[in-house]
């Protein structure tokens, strides 16, 4: 883990790169690969172990730059990647589009709407994943819709294609994080008081309604409530354990630490929820963004006060190491490398 001098090393942008606007690992190769999003709209394939870039698409997604930022949140182009790089999506986080490419042909497969609905207050709704041998698309259609596509052909899997948002239905959808097996989805959305409630659903659960599984379906399970505080820091720590930035239930009480939540099991003691998952350990320290490496903890600091990267030990809250003065942005699970971009250089440190 986290041993010798600590430190962080700088590998330069490659020529060609330009400004870097995104990066997105991909995730299933063993070894440092990512996708880089230049300012232009150049996607490439970039082996930072080999020191090897390769053009292989562009992206023409709009901006959205007449928008204003809402509290500090600027509308801005984000890169995603399956699982082998195979297929990329750009979308506008704060924003309504976004557009799936495959990289083989640079060929758009899916064009992307969320349909607005508050879309200023949470980054697009969008995760990649694997279901019955193909690459999928979970992405959000509306503000408390979420359908899947199939990345390849663009066609939507889940139905009736023609039914949209349920009046009853008012969960405002957020940033989506696929579970390391692959099977459920962290959704970082909220609801009207304004509380952020994170949750944990199954897309594969009811094929043929999983557009309501994140609102109410069976395996449906969320963690906690905040008033006024959602968009915030959280990882899974495995395919079971979830870490959720921020101690409290308001945003005027927030305090920075981590909370660590089961979500095999559900309990009861919730002011806002009914019935959450069960928290195991809750601990101050952690800030910045959180990462895993299926064991640890590891939040990315804050350049305000914070240390750098640290690892934690999420049963115990005990930390078990730092790297001083960096703060990464990116991490690589497959490669075990975290990134930092400085502008014409990344910061790298691999665990």
């Given at each position: 883990m986290i041993g010798g001098d600590g430190g962080a090393r700088e590998v330069p942008v490659p020529a060609g790169v330009g400004e870097i606007a995104s990066l997105a690992p991909v995730s299933g190769a063993g070894r440092p690969v990512w996708l880089v999003l230049g300012a232009d709209g150049t996607i490439g394939r970039w082996d930072m172990a080999a020191g090897v870039f390769e053009p292989v698409a562009a992206t023409t997604l709009a901006t959205e730059s007449d928008r204003e930022p809402w509290t500090g949140h600027r509308c801005r182009r984000r890169l995603h990647a399956s699982g082998d790089g195979t297929f990329a999506a750009v979308v506008n986080d704060y924003g309504r589009y976004g557009e799936v490419i495959d990289l083989r042909t640079g060929r758009t497969t899916l064009t992307l709407d969320n349909q607005g609905g508050h879309e200023e207050t949470v980054p697009f709704s969008l995760a990649f994943a694997r279901r019955a041998g193909r690459d999928v698309v979970v992405h959000r259609?509306?503000?408390?819709?979420?359908?899947?596509?199939?990345?390849?052909?663009?066609?939507?899997?889940?139905g009736p294609a023609d039914e949209r948002a349920r009046p009853e239905h008012d969960y405002f959808h957020g940033a989506l994080r696929m579970s390391p097996d692959g099977r459920r989805v962290l959704d970082d959305g909220w609801v009207w008081h304004p509380v952020g409630i994170p949750t944990v659903w199954d897309p594969a659960a009811r094929p043929q309604d999983a557009a309501w599984e994140s609102e109410d379906g069976s395996g449906r399970v969320p963690l906690c409530g905040r008033a006024y505080y959602w968009d915030r820091p959280m990882a899974w720590i495995d395919s079971t354990r979830v870490a959720v930035a921020g101690l409290g239930d308001d945003e005027e009480v927030m305090r920075p630490g981590a909370r660590i939540f089961d979500t095999t099991r559900t309990a009861q003691d919730d002011p806002w929820c009914p019935t959450t998952a069960v928290e195991l350990a809750s601990f101050e320290g952690?800030?910045?963004?959180?990462?895993?490496?299926?064991?640890h903890l590891f939040s990315g600091g804050d350049a305000d006060g914070a240390a750098g990267l640290s690892a934690w030990d999420p049963a115990t809250g005990r930390l078990l190491g730092v790297v001083p003065g960096f703060f990464p942005a990116q991490h690589h699970p497959g490669a075990g490398q975290f990134v930092e971009n400085v502008g014409d250089a990344v910061r790298v440190w691999t665990a």
């Open positions: 259609t509306d503000r408390n819709r979420l359908d899947v596509s199939d990345a390849r052909t663009g066609a939507l899997l889940t952690p800030s910045g963004q959180f990462f895993s490496d299926g064991t």
